[in-house]
């Protein structure tokens, strides 16, 4: 079983920026993927970005949403079982609660029905 808890959500002005940390316990993350999922209301869950495990040929490869690209990036830092979002150039229609999630193979994913474990979520609220 796999326990995730998020952190480093709050509110902040267009422009700003926030950096989400997901510690992890429960297994050696090293070999899964890691994901960084949110949801609007009124709206569906969507993938923002998520990174392979460093023990397989994918060794850390990452993928990011659209909406996203260019302003966000995902790291981990497995000694700490870690997952990290900074966020930056944050716009008002980032606003949702952040999702940490994990799963259990090698293969990148954005859907969020392919991932096992969940975290409980952070609020991001980008308002001026």
């Known amino acids: 079983q796999v326990h995730l808890v998020e952190s480093g959500g709050g509110s902040v002005q267009p422009g700003g920026s926030l950096r989400l940390s997901c510690l992890a316990s429960g297994a050696a993350l090293e070999y899964y993927v890691l994901g960084w999922f949110r949801q609007a209301p009124g709206k569906e869950r969507e993938g923002v970005a998520c990174?392979?495990?460093?023990?397989?040929?994918?060794?850390?490869?990452?993928y990011y949403g659209d909406s996203v690209k260019g302003r966000f990036t995902i790291s981990r830092d497995d000694a700490k079982n870690t997952v990290f979002l900074q966020m930056n150039s944050l716009k008002p229609e980032d606003t949702a609660i952040y999702y940490c999630?994990?799963?259990?193979?090698?293969?990148?994913?954005?859907?969020?029905?392919?991932?096992?474990?969940w975290g409980r979520g952070t609020q991001v609220t980008v308002s001026s």
């Open positions: 999630a994990s799963k259990t193979d090698y293969v990148l994913s954005a859907s969020p029905a392919d991932y096992d474990y």
């Open positions: 990174i392979s495990g460093t023990d397989d040929e994918s060794d850390g490869a990452t």
